[in-house]
């Protein structure tokens, strides 16, 4: 026999078989194999205890949407990244130009380029807002 817990709220906590456990927690519900193998499979459901019944709940996704202003600290961060962002390739190219490479070398605007692709990519990854 398959078996449903739920705390005193009707939430539901954890699910019982007495082939596989030994002891039944006291207060778990008689559950048929369609629902105990459902409430294991389909993630998109939770399953409460309301008036003695077991009732399945569509679990709804919340979404948190980023401010404009966490998006722009987010893409400060990602800018910054001294692996992945594209400060690095400014930094480069300015590091270039100390050496005495012109602003318009090869090697220079390679690395203007390169910053420039990744602040595009980085903004695309952060998005502002409606």
């Known amino acids: 026999m398959k078996y449903m817990l739920f705390d005193e709220t009707g939430v539901f906590v954890g699910r019982y078989d007495d082939y ?8 778990a519900v008689q559950v048929t194999d369609e629902v105990f193998f459902e409430s294991i499979a ?18 709804v996704e919340v ?20 692996v992945t962002g594209s400060d690095r390739y400014f930094s480069e190219a300015t590091a270039l130009q100390a050496e005495g490479f012109t602003a ?8 203007k380029s390169a910053g420039l ?3 595009l990519e980085i903004k ?7």
């Open 20 to 27: 596989i456990n030994d002891e039944i927690p006291a207060g």
């Open 63 to 82: 979404v948190y949407q980023k401010s404009n202003e966490e998006i722009e600290i987010s893409r400060l961060m990602e800018y910054s990244n001294p």
């Open 104 to 111: 318009t070398s090869a090697e220079v605007k390679k690395a």
């Open 42 to 59: 389909d993630t998109s459901y939770t399953y409460k205890l309301v008036n003695q019944e077991v009732v399945k709940e569509k679990i």
């Open 117 to 119: 692709a990744r602040k």
């Open 124 to 130: 695309a990854l952060y998005p502002y807002s409606n």
